[in-house]
């Protein structure tokens, strides 16, 4: 009688990893257990950093195995921020005074069909982000006013800001370049604090007992091994620094309860307050970050990282090559091997320069758009001042004018971005 055979695993799919992070997973239906149908109140960004989801994650610019398993984005600090920014923030429903409405400002530059290159652009200020600001200027508003947005806070004013490139390129299925390239638009040096996070969605809190994923150090890599999605290496650069947590709601914080372990927000508490006992000293947990800074005038700095499963073929780059190590030029082949010329890259690139000023006038033709449309209805119910006609012409060539300067702007093409 011959041996049975032994099955051959099959290769994973080129969809396997993509941009399945959700932005936002707070404040959401999909996470609400709430006794009355609340989800914005059940569970308000406030708690994000530190609550597990049950149901899915998000993150900044980040990607993940198609059912959301293993996860990886970025997380950025200014040093002057009261938090780590990991997501995007926004206003809840109650909170707008035209609902709910995202303060962030973020592009999704491109993106092959089967996610073999993708790029996102961030604009992170430079000073504190003005959370309160926005909740209360928006809170103070009503139906009829103007949203009060995040670019007239000031906090881009003088361009001080980084411009946040992030960047996949797919060499296979388990095969991921990441490239992170920032760019300092102030006058002045500046320090970013770029932590690439790789994590676990929570799993096994909800249905006991579960085989709990876990991410070790190995060197300059962390190792990720799960159960059913396999072993994965995120390689960095090797003067990073590595911290370890677990994707665990921080009772402490939130609810009083004794706290054990080491909780989801514990790069928050590391970096931004400061505690050091926070991470898992023995470099192990469910949730990684490699810790890295950039202080410079100059225009940009690249970071380079690799996320490689065990099943990534020979025929890619050597298992073991640190990502500092990568060639560039085979970044280039994997953009043209999806179908991306390197002149649109460098298009791409260019506009991001621009964009602050296309919000600032779009901000302005929003506004005009509005003060006109008040007019119109006030005009109909008869209680418009006797100047409104002329009021409205001036509003309309304004709006006009604004319009033949983005044109101009964007028409005339831009230099890339040194």
Not at 69 to 98: M, P, Q, Y
Not at 229 to 251: K, M, W
Request: proline share 5%; glycine share 8%.
């Amino acid at each position: 009688m011959s041996a049975p055979a032994t099955a051959v695993p099959s290769a994973p799919p080129d969809s396997l990893w993509g941009p399945y992070l959700s932005e936002r997973q707070w404040g959401t239906v999909r996470e609400d257990y709430s006794a009355n149908g609340d989800a914005w109140t059940y569970f308000p960004h406030d708690h994000a950093r530190s609550r597990a989801y049950r149901w899915g994650e998000d993150g900044l610019a980040g990607i993940s195995d198609i059912e959301q398993r293993l996860c990886f984005a970025v997380a950025l600090w200014n040093g002057r921020d009261s938090i780590l920014k990991e997501r995007l923030f926004g206003l809840t429903n109650g909170e707008g005074n035209h609902g709910e409405d995202v303060k962030e400002y973020y592009y999704y530059l491109d993106a092959a069909p089967d996610h073999s290159y993708l790029k996102m652009l961030y604009k992170y200020p430079q000073t504190a982000y003005p959370y309160e600001q926005l909740i209360n200027e928006n809170g103070s508003r009503g139906l009829q006013d103007n949203e009060f947005e995040l670019i007239d806070t000031g906090v881009f004013d003088e361009n001080r800001y980084w411009d946040v490139f992030v960047e996949y390129f797919k060499a296979a299925p388990e095969d991921i370049l990441i490239q992170v390239t920032v760019h300092n638009r102030g006058p002045e040096a500046a320090t970013l604090h770029l932590l690439p996070q790789l994590w676990f969605r929570n799993t096994w809190s909800w249905n006991p007992p579960a085989t709990k994923p876990q991410i070790s150090a190995r060197g300059a890599a962390m190792v990720a091994e799960h159960l059913e999605l396999g072993t994965y290496y995120l390689y960095v650069e090797e003067s990073a620094e590595l911290l370890f947590c677990d994707n665990e709601t921080n009772v402490a914080r939130l609810y009083g309860a004794k706290s054990n372990g080491y909780c989801k927000d514990a790069f928050h508490e590391y970096l931004v307050q400061g505690n050091r006992s926070a991470v898992n000293p023995l470099a192990r947990g469910s949730k990684a970050c490699a810790h890295l800074t950039a202080r410079a005038r100059a225009p940009q700095r690249r970071f380079l990282r690799r996320l490689q499963g065990t099943h990534a073929p020979v025929a890619s780059p050597a298992l073991l090559s640190p990502a500092a190590e990568v060639d560039m030029g085979f970044l280039d082949k994997v953009k043209d091997a999806a179908g991306k010329a390197a002149d649109q890259a460098k298009a791409a690139t260019a506009v991001g320069k621009e964009k602050i000023e296309d919000v600032r006038l779009g901000k302005k033709i929003n506004d005009l758009c509005q003060e006109i449309g008040a007019l119109v209805v006030a005009q109909r119910r008869n209680e418009a001042p006797e100047d409104a006609a002329a009021q409205i012409d001036a509003k309309v060539a304004e709006s006009g004018e604004i319009e033949k300067q983005m044109e101009a702007n964007n028409v005339g093409g831009a230099e890339p971005a040194s």
